[in-house]
């Protein structure tokens, strides 16, 4: 979320950025909070004049009491019941103005990175750099899903009477492997010098919009019903709210923190759900790390955080891709972001592992998550990044790990979390 401020200064940098973002749709709004919020400060004011007003009076309401001038202390007296009539319409006024600024501001897209390529969606990415050689072996790639069945490590069918699509059983050596992963990916983290840590499931709603805007909040979140919580989407959205209302003293920052939970998702709208395999699915599990920054340090960070993912795939013998998203691409709090993706043997081609985002203050503006130094007070900078999210890893861990014979490889350094395993058979 923008300062209002900065959106009262900057109103054609607000309007181009939203241009570049390709939002025309959203050009109207920045004169509309505009306009609304000169009349909030302009009510303000009239409600601080009416207060001071009413002050003065009062003191002389209890002049004129000592003085024994009853009837002249009873006009003034209505005229401060008056004052006051009129000042609650001015506070009724001044919190509904309020509200609808907010709403707004919580629509208008943050400010992106001049870095940041120009284009409308996803097709319109550009791929930074690759790492590792592609390799296309010369036997058929089976689709990972019949990789699992033939290693009797996953039950669709059992899942989708249980739960639905979206869903799945793992089994033996495959769900071994599943926790493996993760387990390999915290002790990698923890090495890099991050703290671990295990996070609330749930979140209330307070730390949902502060997180995320309105419109993946309403493709992916689910909701409690009856209650003010909603299963997270991802462990981001309660690492970032363990700061929500906090000042941070400079010295404690940066905060580096690595972070395990289950994630829950509706993907409304997303393609694949129905699909018979492991994509796109309604419950996983990941390994985040996130960041909280000084705003000078978060360029520095955001290169950090997308390097951990490709080294980490690195050592599990994984090509990889970094791709910078386009304009287009970035949900309306990034201030910019990196994709990285994984190669696909069976497909010859890379797909989406991991995203790496850097915020700004957006998020620490909404949450009030904010620092203080030898300057003052000012706003975090936050970021955050997949290390590993099994699902889609164990696609490309089996494609690219994959024998003729259906076996499957253990990299050296999974083998001890596999219990000195070096293959899958």
């Known amino acids: 979320m923008l300062d209002i401020k900065f959106v009262r200064e900057n109103p054609e940098l607000v ?44 003191k002389q309401i209890g002049g004129l009491m000592a003085q024994g001038k009853k009837e002249e202390a009873e006009e003034l007296k209505k005229q401060v019941t008056s004052f006051s009539d009129h000042l609650a ?26 870095s940041v390529p ?6 319109e ?36 009477k249980v739960a639905g699509n979206g869903f799945y059983y793992l089994m033996g050596d495959i769900a071994r492997l599943h926790s493996a992963i993760i387990t390999y990916a915290r002790d990698f983290m923890i ?23 309105f419109a993946e909040m309403e493709s992916m979140m689910y909701k409690i019903e009856g209650e003010d919580l909603y299963l997270i989407g991802t462990s981001e959205h309660s690492m970032i709210g363990k700061f929500i209302d906090t000042i941070i003293s400079e010295d404690e920052l940066p905060q580096t923190l690595t972070s395990y939970s289950p994630c829950f998702r509706k993907e409304k709208g997303a393609h694949g759900i129905e699909e018979r395999g492991v994509y796109r699915i309604h419950q996983f599990e990941k390994q985040e790390m996130i960041v909280v920054c000084k705003p000078e340090d978060s360029g520095m ?15 599990l013998d994984i090509p990889v891709r970094t791709l910078e998203c386009c304009s287009g691409d970035l949900a309306d709090l990034k201030v910019k972001s990196v994709d990285v993706e994984a190669w696909s043997p069976r497909q010859k081609k890379y797909f989406e592992v991991g995203s790496c985002s850097n915020l700004g203050d957006a998020q620490a503006r909404r949450l009030k998550i904010r620092v203080v130094g030898e300057g003052g007070k000012y706003f975090a900078h936050t970021l955050n990044n997949t290390v590993v999210a099994p699902p889609r ?31 899958i058979k």
């Open 125 to 160: 990415n550009v791929e930074v750099e690759r790492y590792g050689e592609p390799v296309v072996p010369d036997f058929e790639i089976p689709y990972h899903v019949d990789i699992m069945e033939r290693l009797n490590g996953i039950d669709l069918d059992s899942a989708r």
């Open 15 to 58: 309007k181009q950025n939203i241009r570049n973002k390709f939002q025309d749709n959203k050009l109207h709004l920045v004169d509309e909070v505009i306009a609304l919020d000169q009349e909030s400060r302009a009510t303000k004011q009239e409600a601080d004049n009416l207060r001071s007003e009413r002050n003065r009076i009062s």
């Open 191 to 213: 090495d890099r010098g991050f703290t671990y840590c295990i996070p609330p499931f749930m979140i209330r709603s307070e730390v949902v919009t502060g997180v995320m805007s």
């Open 89 to 114: 319409q001015l506070e009724a006024k001044e919190s509904e103005l309020s509200d609808k600024i907010l709403n707004i501001m919580m629509t208008i897209p943050n400010i992106i990175d001049p």
């Open 393 to 423: 890893m164990l696609i490309a861990f089996l494609e690219n790990n994959l024998n003729e014979d259906g076996s499957v490889n253990i990299p050296k350094a999974l083998q001890p979390y596999m219990g000195g395993k070096t293959i």
């Open 118 to 123: 120009l284009g409308k969606d996803d097709s």
């Open 301 to 315: 960070w955001f290169n950090k955080l997308w390097q951990n993912t490709v080294d980490l795939f690195r050592t």
